[in-house]
């Protein structure tokens, strides 16, 4: 498709404004993208840790083209090509019983809480201060960064937000009217902040004793992220519930609901007429088997990070790394674009990097050399 020379201009006029942006993105290869003036960059943002296997990975690019010849869409009125096998080797992944798919992760993060809410019988749900779980109506009340959330208040749903990594504020939140606990195993909009693993065998003690179920929130933290399919299988603990979208499809627009034995929606109590489709599930089946290669050298291109980056007291969990740089951060991150590397400004003056995981240790160096560079 050929680029409208004045991108900008356009979509000034024709699109909604809710975005800050710059550059156009035109083109990707493996851990590198070029903008429409035909700029180089390394890309340590991976479509907020979307592109898990780079930019057009050969093996998923070519499942989708091979896909797409055969069938596009048919909607959930049918059995869907795909759709089981790719929910087998999710669960099997996971420890859980049961998928669901939806179109993003906000979705994922929908239906979980609906599930929760149908199957306890209760209305009520517990999340933590700093939590993104997604901007639909639903996800958003489980939300906590107050900017985004309160000017569409009320949001109909009954939560209450408790301290990250508090326990002992866990407990005298959650009683018998509690649905759920909605969690991320590290909060990665918020600049990668990880609590103990600790905290999370007391979530799940607290959910035990009072009923409620405890939801995992690994939309950015899974499918190989941090070094493991899971972000929460690092502390041991299985939660009721799972989301998952970001990485799953390698940038193809997909989320995932999964939930342990005895827990599912029955007929009609959800559905969805485009997730879970021949595309997005020939997109994901091919993701999952490059994962599934590179999964053990994760955690040590983690520590490549971390050792590079040692002099700023870097959060590293695998390919999740966070450092806290202030007031600065919105400029370090223009440094950073104007030198060919895309790194990203989160919350708090927090620096985030969530590079493909496929970027290679000279990559690495690369970026690292140019954040040094610009932090001093």
Not at 180 to 207: L, T
Request: glycine share 10%; net charge neutral.
């Amino acid at each position: 498709m050929q680029q409208h020379n004045d991108y900008r201009a356009l979509e000034a006029r024709y699109y909604m404004p809710a975005f800050s942006r710059d550059i156009m993105i035109v083109r990707g290869k493996g851990s590198r993208v070029w903008d429409a003036e035909g700029k180089e960059y390394l890309d340590c943002v991976a479509g907020i840790a979307v592109c898990s296997t780079g930019h057009c990975h050969p093996a998923v690019t070519k499942a989708i083209c091979e896909q797409a010849k055969r069938l596009i869409h048919c909607s959930n009125l049918y059995y869907v090509p795909g759709q089981a096998e790719l929910a087998q080797k999710l669960v099997e992944r996971t420890e859980m019983a049961k998928a669901f798919f939806s179109n993003s992760g906000a979705e994922a993060s929908d239906g979980a809480l609906k599930l929760a809410r149908v199957r306890t019988g209760r209305k009520k749900f517990v999340a933590f201060t700093h939590g993104f779980h997604g901007r639909t109506i639903g996800s958003l009340a489980v939300t906590h960064k107050p900017g985004i959330r309160e000017p569409f208040e009320p949001l109909g749903m009954a939560r209450t937000f408790v301290e990250y990594g508090d326990a002992e504020g866990l407990r005298k939140a959650v009683d018998s009217d509690t649905a759920g606990v909605i969690v991320e195993p590290i909060q990665g909009e918020a600049g990668v902040i990880i609590p103990p693993d600790s905290f999370f065998g007391d979530i799940r003690e607290i959910c035990d004793r009072t009923g409620a179920l405890m939801i995992v929130d690994e939309v950015q933290t899974g499918m190989g992220r941090t070094g493991k399919w899971l972000a929460i299988q690092h502390t041991g603990v299985i939660p009721d519930i799972i989301t998952l979208a970001k990485g799953i499809a390698s940038g193809f627009p997909m989320g995932a609901l999964l939930a342990r034995e005895g827990l599912e929606f029955k007929k009609s109590e959800h559905g969805s007429t485009f997730a879970g489709g021949p595309l997005a599930c020939a997109a994901a089946l091919a993701t999952l088997q490059v994962i599934e290669e590179i999964l053990p050298s994760i955690s040590g291109k983690g520590e490549r990070f971390r050792t590079n980056l040692s002099k700023y007291n870097p959060r590293v969990r695998g390919l999740m790394i966070g450092m806290t740089v202030g007031d600065r951060c919105g400029a370090v991150q223009k440094q950073c674009a104007e030198r060919g590397l895309l790194v990203n400004c989160a919350a708090d003056g927090n620096l985030r990097l969530v590079p493909p995981l496929i970027i290679s240790d000279e990559e690495i160096d690369q970026a690292c050399t140019i954040i040094r560079e610009e932090l001093g």
